[in-house]
């Protein structure tokens, strides 16, 4: 099993870029939709179309790109022991910090669908620079294993 893996590793690095690039817009566009959202009312037309919104980018590319990035990454961590290596250690958790997020924002999205959110538009300005400043760190470290 492994050297097949290995034999198309490409495609397996291929796909998990991929599947980075997906996660990573909607985690820049899900606290955009916030902002906006919380310009609107339960109720209001606008604001069930805004939970539209949000549930479909979760459900549809968010999540299935987050289970992709995960498999993915860890085949490929597997495939080279990176286990010990300490740029990727930083990395694993880095992306922690990602998914975290990811799963702030889902439960975000599951108040604005319940009509509970309490955080005004500035709260999700705030988020939304967050995964800019974890992606930008992962790829350093990714490009440039410095430790």
Not at 45 to 68: D, G, H, N, Q, S
Not at 77 to 100: D, I, P, R, Y
Request: charged content about 15%; hydrophobic content about 55%; aromatic content about 16%.
């Amino acid at each position: 099993m492994k050297e097949f893996l290995f034999d198309h590793y490409m495609t397996i690095k291929s796909l998990h870029v991929i599947a980075v690039i997906a996660w990573m817009s909607g985690m820049f566009y899900l606290p955009r939709l916030f902002v906006y959202h919380t310009e609107t009312k339960p109720g209001m037309p606008e604001y069930e179309r805004f939970c539209r919104m949000e549930r479909k980018l979760l459900k549809i590319i968010m999540t299935p790109a987050v289970t992709l990035v995960w498999t993915l990454g860890l085949t490929m961590a597997w495939l080279n022991n990176f286990w010990e290596m300490h740029w990727f250690q930083a990395k694993l958790g880095l992306v922690a910090a990602m998914t975290w997020t990811h799963i702030s924002y889902a439960i975000w999205a599951g108040d604005f669908a319940r009509g509970r959110n309490t955080h005004p538009a500035l709260f999700f300005r705030i988020w939304n620079e967050v995964p800019t400043i974890l992606m930008i760190l992962i790829v350093i470290l990714v490009i440039t294993k410095p430790i």
